[in-house]
């Protein structure tokens, strides 16, 4: 399968990407790790005239702690998150994630902004960034005194199937993830239909806890609505719980019913629903047992 | 038509050509370099059959636009025997870990980046370092024992080569 034509142009810096995608207008489309891309400019589902490809931009590739937050640079790639070992210890949700992204190959290539800015809900970290709360920082267009910046709380940036608050001429530049704070734990479960595959459902728990009291809940979830969705009533109904195994299962259930599947070559309609139940559950036990200080 | 004049390593031999911009690596390499080891499988990323070597990281070639491959070094199977057999491709050859052989050009470049990142890997890192390789003939097992077989002889050669 052969792409159609473009023109590629490959910047070197963010300002001269910037440049590139305000002359080019709509025409253009920014190529990160290619792997949502290239197959579907393969389909010809998208035929891009011009593509800008910021591979070249190392200096988007970066994962980092800064005061009380983790700031993950567009280009940073799946393999990298994976191999990470601040991911492993602190954030081992997003080590959960990355993980169950693809395969290895797809991985090195594959990166963390991308998987974001494509909007796709199948794909796993958007339900984990609504879970952790993470915002997202885009460049635009600027004048001198206006560096162009702005940043978009999570909630805010799904608008749909492949749909963002991403303007044309905007490019992801960073993902910025609170630190956990005091005793907490995260964890994302996934049930897929072998390696590479997207999720049949997936489910996001981020929990703190106030001595032996849950104190805020994160739920989100993956492939089961045309946005990552955020299970608010489980979220509401885990706080002030001990998040007994009773009480994880009840939060299973509201998210199970705050899921909006569509029945189809994996599963039907019901089956997902139950997916999101247990998976739900399962990914609420294990952030509990990580906030106990387990991994 | 767009078009870009590139140059590239391949298998450690500098080549320029002019390549339309739309030209995947897999093209590049099998019809502009006659480098026919790198196989075409499914043309939608997820077979592994046309895996090759990008500054030493295992990517799928029909993924990549040759452009992207410009200043860069690429190695395909081609580049894998020296003087003898690779200790991958002499464990293919003694474990059987082929039938038809149309995975192993992209089994064995994979392996190559399993083995360089973690010269000892278990059983389950192998596994996990070929799942995105697919294989419609051995049932995974005897390419399990072929890069069991090249871990444990590059690790003697190391030791060999420290004594
Ligand atoms: C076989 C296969 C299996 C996969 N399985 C999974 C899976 O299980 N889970 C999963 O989450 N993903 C999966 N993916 C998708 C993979 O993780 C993608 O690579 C990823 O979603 C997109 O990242 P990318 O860097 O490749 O982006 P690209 O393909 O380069 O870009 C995707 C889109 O986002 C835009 N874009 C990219 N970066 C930016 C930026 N910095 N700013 C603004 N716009 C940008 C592009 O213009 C494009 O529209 C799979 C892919 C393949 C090929
Ligand atoms: S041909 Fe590239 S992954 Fe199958
Ligand atoms: S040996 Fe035939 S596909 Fe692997």
Redesign the interface.
């Known amino acids: 399968?052969?792409?159609?034509?473009?023109?590629?142009h490959?910047p070197s810096s963010l300002d001269e990407a910037i440049k590139l995608l305000e002359d080019l207008g709509e025409d253009a489309k920014i190529l990160a790790g290619?792997?949502s891309l290239?197959?579907m400019m393969?389909l010809r589902l998208a035929e891009p005239d011009h593509?800008v490809?910021i591979?070249g931009l190392s200096d988007l590739d970066y994962i980092r702690e800064d005061v009380g937050v983790l700031c993950i640079g567009a280009m940073a790639r799946e393999s990298a998150l994976e191999k990470s070992e601040l991911i492993a210890e602190k954030y081992p949700i997003l080590k959960d994630t990355s993980e169950v992204i693809?395969?290895?190959?797809?991985r090195?290539?594959a990166t963390v902004g991308g998987n974001i800015a494509h909007g796709d809900p199948a794909n796993d970290h958007p339900a984990t960034m609504v879970a952790l709360d993470a915002e997202v920082v885009v460049r635009g267009p600027g004048g001198l005194l206006d560096s162009g910046g702005r940043t978009i709380a999570i909630d805010d940036f799904f608008r749909g199937p492949l749909m963002t608050a991403l303007a044309e001429n905007e490019i992801l530049t960073e993902i910025r993830v609170p630190c956990p704070n005091g005793k907490s734990g995260a964890a994302y479960k996934k049930l897929e239909r072998k390696?590479?595959d997207y999720a049949i459902a997936g489910a996001a728990a981020v929990l703190n806890f106030d001595g032996d009291t849950c104190s805020k809940a994160g739920i989100a979830l993956t492939n089961v609505g045309p946005t990552p969705v955020r299970a608010s009533e489980a979220q509401d109904a885990l706080v002030g719980t001990s998040v007994s195994q009773d009480d994880a299962d009840k939060a299973g259930e509201l998210a199970a019913a705050a899921s909006q599947p569509v029945g189809d070559h994996r599963g039907s309609e019901e089956y997902k629903r139950a997916v999101v139940k247990v998976l739900t559950s399962r990914a609420i036990m294990k952030a509990k047992e990580r906030a106990a200080g387990g991994n | 038509m767009a078009t870009q004049s590139i140059t590239l390593t391949i298998n450690g031999e500098s080549r320029t050509a002019e390549v339309e911009d739309r030209l995947l690596l897999v093209h590049l390499i099998r019809d502009n370099c006659a480098l026919t080891g790198t196989h075409i499988g499914c043309d939608t990323t997820h077979c592994g059959a046309c895996t090759v070597l990008l500054d030493g990281t295992a990517v799928k070639s029909c993924t990549v636009f040759a452009v992207q491959a410009n200043g860069r070094e690429v190695t395909t199977i081609e580049g894998m025997e020296g003087e003898t057999l690779h200790p991958l491709q002499e464990g293919f050859m003694e474990e059987h870990g082929l039938q038809c052989g149309f995975c192993t050009p992209g089994m064995i470049m994979s392996s190559k980046h399993l083995l360089d990142h973690n010269p000892n890997p278990t059983e389950d890192e192998i596994r996990w370092g070929i799942s995105g390789n697919l294989c419609r003939c051995t049932g995974y097992q005897n390419i399990v024992k072929a890069v069991q077989h090249a871990s444990n002889k590059l690790q003697e050669t190391t030791e060999e080569g420290g004594e």
């Open positions: 399968m052969i792409p159609g034509s473009f023109n590629y490959a290619g792997h290239i197959p393969k593509l490809d591979n693809a395969d290895p190959l797809v090195n290539l390696v590479g």
